[in-house]
């Protein structure tokens, strides 16, 4: 659904991550968000002798996208990585999707993932005798194929 008006952009503040299509929760940020093909330069020569480079686009480039969250008891996200590093490589596949939406909450778009794994998972936050701080998990997410819709 388009913005409201077409001076409109969408806010960085309302977003949602999805895993195998269940909301990760107390999501704070998500960050390398980036999707591209591969550059195939080639050179030749054209029939008056002139040495020409040109480029071409190529494959789609498999990437990877964080996300960090509240730390919270919940182990679905370590137990994700606990599954690679067990070698069960084909449980732990699975698909992706981030949504960006406007400020009223309807969906601005989507980019879904597919064969998504998990690289790791690191605690964040300062350890320290009286602070009012969260505690974050940040994870990886690694990924094969990557569509707009």
């Keep these: 659904m388009p913005l409201p008006d077409a001076m409109d952009l969408a806010p960085a503040y309302s977003f949602s991550v ?3 299509g269940v909301q990760v929760p ?4 998500v960050s390398g968000l980036k999707s591209e093909v591969d550059k195939i330069s080639y050179q030749h020569q054209d029939q008056s002798g002139k040495f020409i480079t040109r480029q071409m ?3 789609q480039k498999p990437g990877e996208f964080k996300v960090k969250r509240g730390l ?4 679905t996200i370590t137990d994700w990585l606990k599954k690679i590093m067990q ?14 939406m406007s400020s009223d909450g309807t969906p601005v ?3 879904n993932y597919r064969n998504c794994w998990i690289k790791d998972v690191e605690v ?4 320290k005798a009286g602070s009012t701080e969260p505690m974050t998990e940040t994870f990886t997410v690694c990924w094969d194929e990557m569509e707009f819709a």
């Design 124 to 127: 964040g936050g300062t350890l």
């Design 87 to 100: 070698g069960d490589l084909a449980g732990a596949r699975k698909t992706a999707a981030v949504k960006i």
């Design 72 to 75: 919270t008891d919940s182990k």
């Design 109 to 111: 778009t989507t980019l």
């Design 18 to 20: 999805t895993i195998d």
């Design 57 to 59: 686009m190529g494959r």
């Design 26 to 29: 107390y999501v704070m940020e």
